[in-house]
Nanobody, 121 residues
Framework: QVQLVESGGGSAQVGGSLRLACSGP????????MGWFRQSSGSDREGVAV???????EVADSVKGRFTISKDNAKNTVYLQMNNLKPEDTGTYFC???????????????WGQGTQVTVSS
């Protein structure tokens, strides 16, 4: 059973920043694309950002210029730096390990347990 361990999250005010981190096993066969998805109440889970081992990234238009995904391959850890937070960024953020550089949940094989992010004005 692959376990993705998330940390970070919490509450921030509009315009503030938060940083998420997620660590996984050293090697997840065929599922080396790690990233972040989020889900708010009553909505489907949506892709936020995904990173490949080689450095390529896929970032949702809604967070471009505000969120940055980075990956430490040696530690098999992926980070999501979230700046200039907005109320619509509120939701549960899930770490992911999948088989493609894609923001579609279809390509995710493993999920973290989720961490709450709340942005208030």
């Amino acid at each position: 059973q692959v376990q993705l361990v998330e940390s970070g999250g919490g509450s921030a005010q509009v315009g503030g920043s938060l940083r998420l981190a997620c660590s996984g096993p050293t090697y997840i066969h065929g599922n080396t694309f790690m990233g972040w998805f989020r889900q708010s109440s009553g909505s489907d889970r949506e892709g936020v950002a995904v990173a490949a081992r080689g450095g390529a990234t896929e970032v949702a238009d809604s967070v471009k210029g505000r969120f940055t995904i980075s990956k430490d391959n040696a530690k098999n850890t992926v980070y999501l730096q979230m700046n200039n937070l907005k109320p619509e960024d509120t939701g549960t953020y899930f770490c992911s390990a999948g088989r493609a550089l894609s923001l579609m949940p279809f390509y995710v094989t493993y999920w973290g347990q989720g961490t709450q992010v709340t942005v208030s004005s």
